[in-house]
Structures are given as C-alpha cells and as structure tokens.
C-alpha cells in the first residue's frame, strides 16, 4: 500500500522472447493515470523483435503441439500458480497502469486464474462421424500454430489470460502484445512464466499500433485473437486477409438496458448501477443505455443517484476508493465532450459526484437524464463513468431503439416476471441477453458479439475450438 506521497519504486519488466527478459533501446513511457506522470518506461518492440518472437513461437510450436493436451494443461496449472504467487505484485502494477483500485486488480487476476483453470480442465473432442466396415472418419481440432494476442487497456491481464489459456491448451504457442497504454502487468506476467513454460511457447511484446500492425501482416503468424475497438477490428480483418489469418474479434458494445414497468428500482439499482459503471465504465459488455418506462424514470434516477453518492472516486492504491481515474488523457477528453455535447442539446445531468482535483484523469460519476439518440452520448461508447437513461412510453418501440445499433455485444431486460423478462429479452439483438444482471461472465460460458461487435466467441468449449483448425481423418479398411 503506498499513498500520493510514498509511491513504490518500479522495476521496468522486460520483453519475453524465447523464454529470456529482452530490452531494447526504444522505450514506451507508461502513464499513472491516477497522477498523469510517468512511473516506468518498458521496451518498445520493433520489427526485429517480431521477427525473433514469430521464428521462436513458430520452432517452438512443433514441439508444443505433439505434447499431449493433458500435459499442456499441467503447464497452465503452473502457470496458474505462479502467477497467485506473485497476484499482490501484478495487482499493484495493474493499478498503477490502468487506475482500478487494487482490490478490483486482485479481483481480474483471479477471474483470469479460474478461467486457466476451467480451460485446463477443457479437453478437445474427436467427433467420430463413422466407424464401420467401410471407414472410420474422425473430426480432429488440431491447432492453428502460432497466435498473436492483441489486448486493450480496461483489463489488460484478463484479456491476456482469456486468450493465453486457450491458445495453449489447444497446442498454439502465443505471443501478446499488451495495449501501449497498459503493457507493464502483461509484460511481467510474460517474466514469471519463463520459469515454466518452454522457450518460445508464451512471448510478451510491448508496442505501439504499429506493432499490432506487424503482427496482423507476419507470415509466421496463423491467427489473431484481438480485443480493442471496433475500428482497429475492422483494420485487423482488412490487413490479416492477405496472410488469411483466423480471427477472433472482440470489439466494442453499445449495450442497452430496458427496465420493464413491473421491476422494482429498489430491488434492481445496485445491479443496474454497477452493470454500468463497474471499472470506471471502461467494461466492453457494461450497460451503456438505459430506457426506462416514462412514469418510472424518476423513481429509477433517484435510486440510481442514492447509489452513486456512496461511490469514492481516487487513486486506487489508496484504501476506501470505489472508482479510480479513467485509463488515460485521450479517453478522458472524450467523455467530457460527449457529456458537454449532450447537455447543450438538452440532457440534464441530474447527479455529478465528487472526485479529486487533477492531475490524475478522475471524472466524477456523471448520471444524465434526458437523453436521446440523437446525442452521440448514447449512440456512441462512452466508455467512461457516465450513464444516460433515456424514457418510453411503449415497450415496442423501446425494443426497436435498442435494437437501432451496428454494435451488439450485449443487453438486458430488468422485471420482476422472470416469464416476460425472458421474452422481452429473446426479442434484443446482442451476443449475450441478460435478465436481472449486465455483464455476468463466466469460463463455461460462449462470449462475444454479434453485428459489429466482433467475430466469434472467448471462453467455453467454443471459445477453446477457436484456437483450431478442423483436420478431418478418414481411413479405408
Ligand atoms: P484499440 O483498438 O485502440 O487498441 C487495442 C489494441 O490494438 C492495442 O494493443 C493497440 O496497440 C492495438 N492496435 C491499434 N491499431 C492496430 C492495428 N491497426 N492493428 C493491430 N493492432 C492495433 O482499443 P482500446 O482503446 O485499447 O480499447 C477500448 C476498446 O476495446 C473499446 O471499444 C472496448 O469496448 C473494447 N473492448 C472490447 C472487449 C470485448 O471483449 N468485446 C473487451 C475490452 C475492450
């Protein structure tokens, strides 16, 4: 625990390749965002690093591939360990890089851990499609060789995780290249796990967009698995085409909530705040609109006010804060000019909390009433601590609303009959529908999005099957 005044004394990590801590001249200055200085600078990786990262992940993955898969997940069990072992130290470096108070860091490195641990307890199927006189077919899941894992900045060791568990239990080998905004976790993670995993099969890379450039277009790269925006998505699907790399997508959410006019807003506002406001709003899947029935909305903008004046905006590392800043000064900017360009085309913030002073990115939990489609407040991401509900008066045309977006990742219908909420839930377009909760995640459970969301799913056996390819085997007898 340190406070404003005695801040710890970082040792830069450095880049992993071929199972060895590799620094380079060029360096990338990571932001506190809670003091906007920098408090480490780690490596910036070029192409001359890729190149011996893809050689070792490509030679390494030959031997990684023939190991049996029962043995793959031993190694993600070590990997497990070592990194609970070390969880106060990587909780530190993820609060002093992304903001979130330290006990939520704790918190992603141990849903990370569980999904190590339910992936290696995933074992990949051979479907036998015949076996008799004439021929045995099998559909064998093989994998695909080498996977870049390119991460955002809201959770940068979760997203790491999410896709290293997979890719090796699969028998890919992998290399990550953390968001340029929150590298140092993910680089240290890469440190701790030379220790167990052979040469070349993890590599951690930290670098600019243009690295995540590099990656897409290497030849010796067979698959990325991206979580960012939609745009670098769209650019990732473009640039990866001429090498046809698979690809999974995971990209941004304009997730809509409807409370329905039998929900109690008593019973239903914590869910409903924290299902949009958890980590700063900075959460892909949180709930990002909210319509309410007209005659309800002030009963709902009161109960949802009461919650947020209890919330603590400050400097993570310090005990008692609920919220830290937003990640960094671009995206801070951003949700300040969309709140200021709702209010002056009518919106109403109706509750504005307390947070600190700069110079850290701390933005007050911003609850805006009033609102429309038409402001880019709601038909945007606001990624940010900021909520805008908007009214109906017939739940058609708010189901029709929450449906008029090219995002769907998630959405959530609030009321007391489990029977309508379900119904009503059935008829919103997202990759995940929920009834009484937004977001709720789980390893055994397919996530991702639909429309311009993305592309394919993490977690579960589905997510797993997506570090494959289909071999098929038939043998004449
Ligand atoms: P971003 O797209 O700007 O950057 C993400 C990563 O992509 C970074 O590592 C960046 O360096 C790299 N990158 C940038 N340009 C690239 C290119 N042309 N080719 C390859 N790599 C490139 O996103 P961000 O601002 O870091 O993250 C915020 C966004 O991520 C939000 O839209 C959020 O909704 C989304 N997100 C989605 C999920 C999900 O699971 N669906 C989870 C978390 C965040």
Known sequence: MSTLDERPTITAPGLTIEGLTVFVSEVIDVVNPATAEVFVSVPDAGAEELDRAAEAAHDAAQTWRAFPVALRQEFLLKLVEVVREHIDELALLLTLEQGK??????????????????????????????????????????????????????????????????????????????????????????????????????QVLSGGDELGRALTTHPLINKISFTGSERTGKAIMASSSSTLKRLTLELGGNDAGIVLDDADPAVIAADLYWGGLSNCGQVCAGLKRLYVPELMAWEIEDALAQIAATVVVGDGTRDGVDMGPIQNKTQFDRVESLVAGATSDGADVFFSGEAPEGPGYFHPVTLVRNATEDMALVREEQFGPVLPILTYSNLDEAVARANASDLGLGASVWSADEERGTQIAGRLEAGTVWVNQHPMLSPDVPFGGIKQSGLGVESSLHGLLAYTDISVLRVKR
């Open 101 to 202: 108070p330290l006990a939520k860091a704790r918190g992603e490195i141990e849903s990370g851990l569980r999904y190590c641990e339910a992936f290696a307890a995933m074992d990949l199927p051979i479907e036998v499609v015949r076996d008799d006189a004439g021929e045995r077919i099998e559909i064998r899941h093989v994998p695909v060789g080498v996977v870049g894992a390119i991460t955002a900045w809201n959770y940068p060791l979760l997203l790491a995780i999410w896709k290293i568990g997979p890719a090796l239990v699969a028998g890919n080998t992998v290399i990550v290249k953390p968001s340029p905004f929150t590298p140092v976790a993910t680089l240290r993670l890469g440190e701790l796990v030379q220790q167990i995993l052979p040469p070349g099969v993890l």
